[in-house]
């Protein structure tokens, strides 16, 4: 039987690998790296690093595909994403079929872990439900951005006993700071959707490239460093093609 | 300048530490062990095997303290918590200013990511604000038991596009599933609080002891196999002595 293995590689810097991803990119005969672009150029060497890096199996295969492309700002946000959803499942599908000896293992480095905030799993799943190609897979975690984030910022994600709220820059652009909730941790927010709320007690811990050597990260009151983030943002996505960021905002309880 | 490192360990796999993890271990001159007693004494061996597995430095020390315990069903929990982290600090101010030489470094190991659901960081940061002691310290994300839950039911923490709520058992009893949102963790729930929802269109992805040798999963309608964890998990609690279990509950959409 064919495996898929996928194997959260961390959020940015090699050394987030664990042990038990690591062996198992030891039993991977074929990688398949998916190619987003001559911007993001940096996020498949970094792949080729971890796999230099770490796989000693010298007969491994690498087979470098062009990734599916999807509408940035579509009119119907779910209609889009699952349209998106079914090209990269043809993709897998094909790439398992034909790259994927009968017994192989394919491998696939998911960016920070797989569970949270990537479609890789629910594509894997779509492509297994298909039946086109039999397989079985598993999900080896990672070390999230949210978890480097916090990290390198030296707080947690939860105040203690309290609850967190993880949702997209597009939601809360649209809803606003949940109610109930004082602990925020945004994600895929292209659109710094923090300037738009208008809370005045809330502090934000932002980081881009957390981990890695280019890292910035800033942290404070919303209403005096939240200005300072969209072009500190916009300039460090010109200089490096694209940028990978995420915040959490805390609403201060007197 | 002294130096405290809170280094996350994963959630039960010792393969889930990180190269970065390990290389933190590998700076630390003591150890601090905190023993919760007899009962959960594989904790306390579970970090020594650790430590034996993946320090190669020779000459580190590792210093066993009893931990600070607390009432578990105190009648005001915020006080309570309180308290008990300020004993929490007493203990490590006594241990950094006692163990730890003037540069030298110490190490914590904390179970599963250290920014989730975890103390250490808070305790860490008020023994630093007292100035009793003067030291920096750094924050190693880890492998969280969230991640492994989730990567062992191959599923993700969030549905496409969707928000997550990340909340504990003591709350969902108090407030129940919390509107607008589909996607539930729940974390330090000793109560089995999903047994007190009346929702029937939930599914529960829960696990016990994930990434390690003891593993138990459960995966399903929670109206079909809820009432078949607690007898389960208590019975795994009585061998074992202790249980560390998480879980997903996620409403399903017509």
């Not at 991977?28 to 190619?35: E, Q």
């Not at 960016?111 to 492509?127: F, H, K, R």
């Not at 820059?169 to 895929?188: E, K, T, Y």
Request: hydrophobic share 40%; net charge negative; glycine share 8%.
């Amino acid at each position: 039987m064919r495996k898929i293995l996928i194997i959260g590689i961390g959020a940015g810097d090699p050394e987030h690998l664990t042990i038990q991803a690591i062996n198992r990119l030891n039993e991977v005969d074929v990688f398949f790296l998916l190619d987003k672009g001559d911007a993001k150029k940096d996020l498949v060497d970094a792949r080729r690093e971890i796999l230099d890096r770490y796989v000693e199996k010298p007969d491994y295969r690498v087979v470098q595909a062009v990734d599916a492309d999807r509408d940035r700002t579509p009119e119907n946000y779910v209609a889009t994403v699952a349209e998106w959803h079914q090209r990269r499942a043809d993709l897998y599908e094909r790439l398992i079929r034909d790259e994927v000896g009968e017994d192989g293992v394919g491998g696939i480095l998911a960016w920070g872990d797989p569970t949270l905030y990537d479609n890789t799993i629910a594509v894997i799943e779509q492509v297994r439900q298909r039946g086109n190609v039999a397989f079985e897979y598993a999900v080896i975690p990672g070390i999230s951005s949210v978890s480097a984030l916090v990290a390198a910022h030296r707080t947690s994600i939860n105040q203690i006993g309290k609850p967190v709220h993880i949702t997209t820059g597009r939601r809360l652009a649209a809803d606003g700071f949940p109610p109930d909730v004082d602990d925020v941790v945004v994600m895929l927010d292209s659109h710094c959707a923090f300037t738009t709320l208008e809370d005045t007690d809330l502090d934000i811990y932002w980081g881009a490239y957390v981990g890695s050597p280019d890292e910035i990260t800033v942290a404070g009151p919303l209403t005096e460093v939240g200005a300072k983030i969209p072009p500190l943002r916009a300039e460090a996505r010109e200089r490096k093609g694209w940028v990978m960021d995420t915040y959490l905002l805390r609403r201060r309880r007197s």
